[in-house]
C-alpha cells in the first residue's frame, strides 16, 4: 500500500521552463492538495480538489495550474518557472470529514536557477 | 489576520522533561478541528493528534495531548517525557468545517523547531 507518491523527489529547472510534478494515491481519497513549504512560512495551500474534475484555487495559485482527471491523480504543473518557485512542495490527501488526518507524501524539492 | 499562529520559532528541552509547544487559532466557524504534525529533519508530514471543536475533553495520543481551550482559542501540543527522535519541526494546522471544500483546506501554523537535549 504506496499511500501518496510524489515524483520527482528533486527537481532543477532554469527559469522559464515548465514541469509538471506528480501526485498519485491509492487510498481512493476524495480530496488532494497542493502546499508549498518555504521557510518561515509554514506550508501554504496552492490548489485543491474535491473530486475528480473539480480543482479550485489555494492561497498562493499564482504560476500553477491543475487538474483532476481521475481520483488517484493530481498534477501540478509548472507553467514558466520562477526563482520565486524554489520551494519544498507536498501533495496531501484526505477522505473527507473533519476529523480525518491528511496523508502527505514525501515532498519534492524543486530549485529554479 | 494569521489563522494559525506559533509563536515560539524555536524551544529546548532535556530529555525527559515534558514540554508545550503553543498554538493559537483564528476562526469564525463553529465546527472545526484542529491537528498537530511532525517534521523530522527527512522532511516528511507525520500527524501527531488531532482535536475536534466539539470535543468535550482534551485529545491524547500516547505521550502526546492537546491542551485544548476553546474560549482562548488555544491548542497547544504538550509532550511528555521527551525523547531525543522529537526533536523536529511541529506544525499547528486547522480545518475548518464550513461549505464543501472549505472542508478540504488545511491552513498552517509557522511551526516550531523543538530540540531535546542530554
Known amino acids: 500500500n504506496a499511500g501518496v507518491t510524489q515524483t520527482p523527489k528533486f527537481q532543477v529547472l532554469k527559469t522559464g521552463q515548465s514541469m509538471t510534478l506528480q501526485c498519485a494515491q491509492d487510498?481512493?481519497?476524495?480530496?488532494m492538495s497542493w502546499y508549498r513549504q518555504d521557510p518561515g512560512m509554514g506550508l501554504r495551500l496552492i490548489h485543491y480538489?474535491?473530486?475528480?474534475?473539480?480543482?479550485d484555487q489555494g492561497e498562493v495559485p499564482n504560476g500553477y495550474n491543475v487538474s483532476r482527471s481521475t481520483t488517484e491523480d493530481f498534477p501540478l504543473r509548472l507553467l514558466s518557472a520562477a526563482p520565486s518557485q524554489t520551494s519544498v512542495y507536498f501533495c496531501?490527501?484526505?477522505?473527507?470529514?473533519?476529523?480525518?488526518?491528511?496523508?502527505f507524501g514525501s515532498g519534492t524539492r524543486l530549485t529554479v536557477v | 489576520a494569521q489563522k494559525i499562529t506559533q509563536t515560539q520559532p524555536g524551544m529546548f528541552v532535556q530529555e525527559k522533561e515534558a514540554v508545550t509547544l503553543d498554538c493559537t487559532y483564528d476562526?469564525?466557524?463553529?465546527?472545526?478541528?484542529l491537528f498537530w504534525y511532525k517534521q523530522p529533519s527527512s522532511g516528511e508530514m507525520i500527524f501527531l493528534i488531532y482535536?475536534?471543536?466539539?470535543?468535550?475533553q482534551n485529545a491524547t495520543e500516547g505521550r502526546y495531548s492537546l491542551n485544548f481551550q476553546k474560549a482562548r482559542k488555544s491548542a497547544n501540543l504538550v509532550i511528555s517525557a521527551s525523547q531525543l527522535g522529537d526533536s523536529a519541526m511541529y506544525f499547528c494546522?486547522?480545518?475548518?468545517?464550513?461549505?464543501?471544500?472549505?472542508?478540504?483546506?488545511?491552513?498552517f501554523g509557522t511551526g516550531t523547531r523543538l530540540q531535546v537535549t542530554l
Open positions: 496531501a490527501t484526505n477522505r473527507g470529514g473533519l476529523s480525518n488526518g491528511y496523508t
Open positions: 487510498m481512493n481519497h476524495e480530496y
Open positions: 480538489s474535491v473530486g475528480a474534475g473539480i480543482t
Open positions: 476562526t469564525s466557524d463553529p465546527s472545526y478541528g
Open positions: 482535536q475536534g471543536s466539539y470535543d468535550q
Open positions: 494546522a486547522m480545518r475548518e468545517g464550513g461549505i464543501t471544500g472549505t472542508a478540504s483546506k488545511l491552513t
